[in-house]
Structure formats: structure tokens, C-alpha cells
């Protein structure tokens, strides 16, 4: 399974708004330039910790560790031959 294009846009547009939009419209004040500093960090730290664990889930680096019984009888079951013990053995 690889990547999808959908939700990197869906999830890049999210916090686009939220880094680029947002802070067009902070109010004015003393503070202004800190609350648009905010947002513009916020929104592209959310977005890269998200983009992160996306990308981490298309080749994890750690598989689920199971038994060797579970590993053939689930070989046997998806009719994998190259996996299935052959009788004479």
C-alpha cells in the first residue's frame, strides 16, 4: 500500500489555513506579530508531525512479531504455497 494523494492535500489545505490564513486575520495589538508567529509555527509543526507518523505507517520499520505456527496456518488459509510445509515433512 503506498501513499494516497487525497489526504496530504486534505491535511496540507487544514493546516495551510491554519500557518498562512489564520494569521492575516490576527487582531491588532502589541502582539500581533507573536499570536501570527504562533500560528504560522503551529501550523507547520502540526503539519509535518502529521506527515511524519503518514509516512512512518507506509514502511514501518518494526512487522508484528508472531509465532511460526500463526505464520503458516495464515499461509495456508491465504493459499500461499510458498510458505505451506509440504506433507512429507
Avoid: D, H
Avoid at 487525497?6 to 494569521?23: C, D, E, K
Avoid at 514502511?59 to 512479531?65: A, F, H, S, T
Avoid at 509465532?67 to 512429507?88: C, H
Wanted: proline residues 9%; aromatic residues 12%.
Amino acid at each position: 500500500m503506498g501513499a494516497l494523494l487525497w489526504p496530504v492535500l486534505l491535511f496540507t489545505v487544514l493546516w495551510g489555513i491554519v500557518g498562512i490564513v489564520l494569521p492575516i486575520f490576527a487582531p491588532k495589538g502589541p502582539n500581533r506579530g507573536i499570536l501570527q508567529v504562533m500560528l504560522i509555527l503551529t501550523g507547520f509543526t502540526c503539519w509535518l508531525f502529521w506527515l511524519c507518523c503518514y509516512m512512518a505507517q507506509m514502511n514501518p520499520l518494526i512487522g508484528p512479531k508472531l509465532p511460526k505456527n500463526t505464520i503458516l496456518m495464515m499461509a495456508r488459509e491465504w493459499s500461499n504455497v510458498q510458505f505451506v510445509e509440504s506433507p512429507s515433512e
